[in-house]
């Protein structure tokens, strides 16, 4: 949630690229946020933000706030967007960056199931990974599921 001149606003991303599950969801680099305002008893859309072409991602798992810094992690990319948020108006400000989570001695993914992120600091992230989906993540993915990670973002 954020606030814009007084109002409430929540920032809802959705999973899917273009909000949609199934083959159209996967369509990367069409990530977007749905934008609700806060009215009496209920929550209102007022709108929607378009992720910028660098966060070209398969799918979006969770995003987090802290200021005007955005941070978007995806799952199936294993990897996290860090960018701006600009409040007036109310959009992505740049193209922010992307960070590819580290990769095995054989280059290989390792964080395959992270679902969350929350800022603990300007630079510092925390990342939760749920536990592995399948027999075929059993090996490398179990290391790393039903986890809390702490990342640096390199300034």
């Keep these: 949630m954020v606030r814009q001149k007084g109002s409430l606003l929540l920032l809802a991303l959705c999973e899917g690229n273009h909000c949609k599950s199934g083959d159209k969801g996967t369509d990367s ?3 977007l946020i749905q934008v609700f305002k806060r009215q009496k008893k209920s929550w209102k859309r007022i709108g929607k933000i378009k992720l910028p072409e660098e966060a070209d991602f398969e799918d979006y798992a969770d995003i987090a706030i802290r200021g005007n810094k ?15 948020l600009s409040f007036s108006p109310l959009k992505i400000s740049g193209k922010g960056k992307v960070y590819y989570f ?7 993914c390792v964080y395959c199931n992270v679902e969350g992120v929350d800022w603990l600091t300007d630079n510092r992230v925390l990342l939760v990974s749920d536990r592995i989906k399948t027999d075929d993540q059993k090996g490398r993915y179990a290391r790393k599921d039903k986890s809390i990670h702490i990342m640096r973002i390199p300034s």
């Design 29 to 31: 680099g069409h990530g």
């Design 102 to 108: 580290p990769l095995d001695k054989k280059d290989r």
């Design 70 to 84: 955005l941070a978007i992690v995806s799952q199936a990319c294993s990897a996290l967007w860090v960018g701006k």
